[in-house]
């Protein structure tokens, strides 16, 4: 196969200009989403797979999962059969040469590249890595000639990799990309359009204008008691899931949603209950907790039961009651799991009913925590936040890049 002469037809002009100049020990491309970046370095890695040195090749992002959907799946469908991988041994062949792939989701990645001799790797989400991941990454790569090739969308401004390497582009053997919307010529107008309606305040900054800037103030700055946000009637569901965020000094919440696939809003919060040990001045077993639920539930039937990873002893609680829904452990990945609820929000497809006053309480309470930020970190102050994260566990595990079995969940 010709690779010049197919990513002379796939890329984009500035893709070209930007693989042409990635010579450096560290190559970034930085940008909105959907600006092509990603592509350009797949391109890039691909030539430079065939005529790498000897040594490790690794191809490293947050989770194997959101690897393959970024980068592993684009190559199949680019090179076909020359691509081959296998995610139980972790690893992909391209043309015949193996690239260990490694999920960089945690401080465990440290070990996994730990003894590696590195000839070049490709890096997916670089910012959500942890730094000590990509510190050692670049003490491994020894082998002369060895290149990394990676991508991010931008982050806070006190963010490691922003002040560590960016910032200090005039010290290191290092050269950055940045890309915005209207570097990708393959976009549909309409789709542009649209894509920057669903994104608002913070994620608009970063994710489409591509700046480095703090979260600051409310996290839904644009959330407002009317429609399409806060309904009066209630839609005809097609399934329905219960949403729990489970604390025993904290508040524990419970969330009837309705979910449709097909419809705006696609999921609505019909009803909650909130009980505040604190301002109750009493506590709840488990045993008192599982009586409210299913008083709570009042035999309606719920397709799944989406609660807190942490709450073990409710959750056995619940099973040996034989709670009549399946019960999955909430993805509980906090800043993607608010720009879910955000795009979901303010694009129409997620609604509360008028009567869910601690929703609509906590919505406007929940705000950035401005000491974490001057540490780098987007975090929630952790206070009313307790409907928040209800409402977070259920739309992204749902509906998240990593949501779960889509088939499985309408089959049920």
Known sequence: MNIKDKTRLRLSPKQIWSIQRATKRINLWVG????????????KWIKYVCTAPPGDLLILGKTHRSLYRNVIRPMEEFLGNSVNHSFGKGEVD?????????????????????????????????????????????????VTGSQFFGTTNTDNPQHWLKKEFIDRIGEL?????????????????????????????????????????????????????????????????????????????????????????????????????????????????????????????????????????????????LRRRNWNSIIIDANNDVLDGIRTVSKMWKNGEYAIHESCEASKEETYGYVWDPRAQQRGEDKPVKTADHTKDRDRYVLHTLFGEEMIDYEKLTKM
């Open 173 to 317: 053997d290092m050269r950055v990309f940045t890309f915005l919307l209207e570097d990708n010529p393959f976009l549909a107008r309409e789709f542009v359009r649209n894509l920057k309606k669903e994104y608002t305040g913070i994620w608009y900054r970063r994710f489409i204008e591509a700046l480095w800037c703090i979260a600051e103030g409310a996290i839904y700055d644009f959330f407002e008691e009317r429609k399409p946000f806060v309904i009066s009637k209630l839609h005809q569901a097609k399934y329905k899931v219960l949403g729990i965020d489970y604390g025993t000094g904290n508040p524990t919440t419970f969330g009837s949603y309705g979910c449709n696939h097909f419809k705006r809003p696609k999921v609505w919060l019909e009803r909650e209950y909130y009980y505040d040990s604190k301002k109750e001045e009493r506590q709840k077993s488990d045993s008192e907790y599982a009586d409210d639920l299913f008083e709570f539930a009042g035999g309606e039937k719920y397709l799944y039961t989406i609660i807190d990873p942490s709450a073990a002893s409710f959750k056995a609680e």
């Open 32 to 43: 909105s989403v959907r600006s092509s970046k990603t592509w350009a370095t797949i391109f």
């Open 94 to 142: 391209i043309f015949d040469r193996k690239c260990f792939i490694v999920g960089a989701n945690d401080e465990r990645a440290e070990g996994v590249i730990r003894g590696m001799t590195c000839a070049g790797a490709l890096g997916d989400e670089v910012t959500l890595w942890p730094e000590s991941v990509f510190k050692m990454l670049l003490s491994r790569m020894s």
